[in-house]
C-alpha cells in the first residue's frame, strides 16, 4: 500500500488510481483529449458501480481532474489539486525528467537506487531541500520513493502518454467560467520549477470558494518535504466531506 494512501485506507476510504490513458495497461486510444479522459473516469466508475467520489489530482493529471468536475458535476463531491498543471505549458521533455537519465546513476536499476541511495537521486534532480529532508525523514523518503518509482518503472509503456501529455497540455484552454460547486482544496509550493504556483493561483480565481494552501518555498516534491503540514489540511477536509454527504443522505433516507 502506498504510504500516501495508508492514513485514508485506515479511516475506512476505498482509493482508486486508475493509469492515465498512454499510461501502463491504459491504452492512448481511450482518449487522447482531456475531455475524453474524463469520460473514461466516468465510464470507470460505472464499470465498478461506484457513483460518487472525491478527486485528488496530481500535477499533469489536473487537466483531466478538472474536466470531469466539470463534466460529471454530479459524481464529484469534492476535489484536491495537488500541483497541478491546469493552463497551458511547453514541456520540452517528459513530466519531472532531469538529469538522472544522463547520469552514471541511470546504469544502475532503478529499485536498487531508490532504496539504496534516494538522497542521491534527490541531488540529481537538484532538489537539496528534498534530499536534506528524506535523509532525516523516514516517512517523507517512503513518500518520494512511491512517488519516483512511477517515473523509473515500466517507462516504456508510458511513452505514448508522456507524448501526448506534451501535445495535450502546450494547447489545453486556461479554466474560465467554471460552474463547479464541489469543495475544493488546491496545494502548491511556491517554489515549484515543474509547474509553477500560477497554475493554481489562476485556479482559484475561477474556483472562489476553493481553499487554496502556499506551501512557502517548497518545490515541486511539497508532499515529501512539508507531508505534516499537507496532510493535516488533506485529511480533515476529505473527512469532513465524507461525513457532510453520509449525512446529507441519511437525512434523504429518513424523508423516504
Not at 34 to 56: C, G, P, R, T
Not at 74 to 84: E, P, Q, V
Not at 95 to 122: D, G, K, V
Not at 141 to 156: G, K, N
Request: glycine letters at 4%.
Amino acid at each position: 500500500m502506498n504510504v500516501l494512501h495508508r492514513p485514508f485506507v485506515e479511516r475506512g476510504f476505498r482509493i482508486l488510481v486508475p493509469s492515465r490513458p498512454g499510461y501502463l495497461r491504459s491504452g492512448i486510444e481511450l482518449g487522447m483529449s482531456m475531455e475524453e479522459q474524463a469520460d473514461v473516469f466516468a465510464s470507470l466508475l460505472d464499470s465498478l458501480n461506484m457513483d460518487k467520489v472525491i478527486v485528488f489530482a496530481i500535477a499533469g493529471g489536473g487537466p483531466s481532474a478538472l474536466e470531469f468536475a466539470v463534466r460529471h458535476q454530479h459524481r464529484c463531491i469534492g476535489l484536491i489539486f495537488y500541483a497541478c498543471i491546469v493552463k497551458p505549458i511547453t514541456l520540452q521533455q517528459p513530466y519531472e525528467a532531469s538529469s538522472f537519465s544522463q547520469s552514471p546513476f541511470h546504469q544502475f536499476p532503478s529499485s536498487c537506487i531508490l532504496n539504496r541511495w534516494p538522497r542521491c537521486l534527490a541531488h540529481e534532480l537538484n532538489e537539496p531541500l528534498l534530499a536534506d529532508t528524506i535523509g532525516k525523514d523516514r516517512i517523507a523518503c517512503e513518500i518520494f520513493q512511491s512517488m519516483y518509482s512511477c517515473q523509473l518503472i515500466d517507462y516504456q509503456r508510458r511513452v505514448d502518454g508522456t507524448v501526448n501529455d506534451i501535445c495535450q497540455f502546450a494547447s489545453i484552454s486556461p479554466p474560465t467560467n467554471l460552474s463547479i460547486t464541489s469543495p475544493t482544496l488546491i496545494i502548491h509550493g511556491t517554489a515549484d520549477q515543474h509547474c509553477p504556483i500560477e497554475h493554481s493561483r489562476v485556479l482559484k480565481e475561477h474556483i472562489p470558494h476553493a481553499v487554496m494552501m502556499e506551501v512557502k518555498d517548497a518545490t515541486h516534491y511539497a508532499i515529501c518535504t512539508h507531508h505534516q503540514i499537507i496532510m493535516e489540511q488533506i485529511i480533515p477536509f476529505i473527512v469532513s466531506i465524507s461525513e457532510q454527504f453520509q449525512q446529507t443522505h441519511t437525512q434523504a433516507a429518513e424523508m423516504c
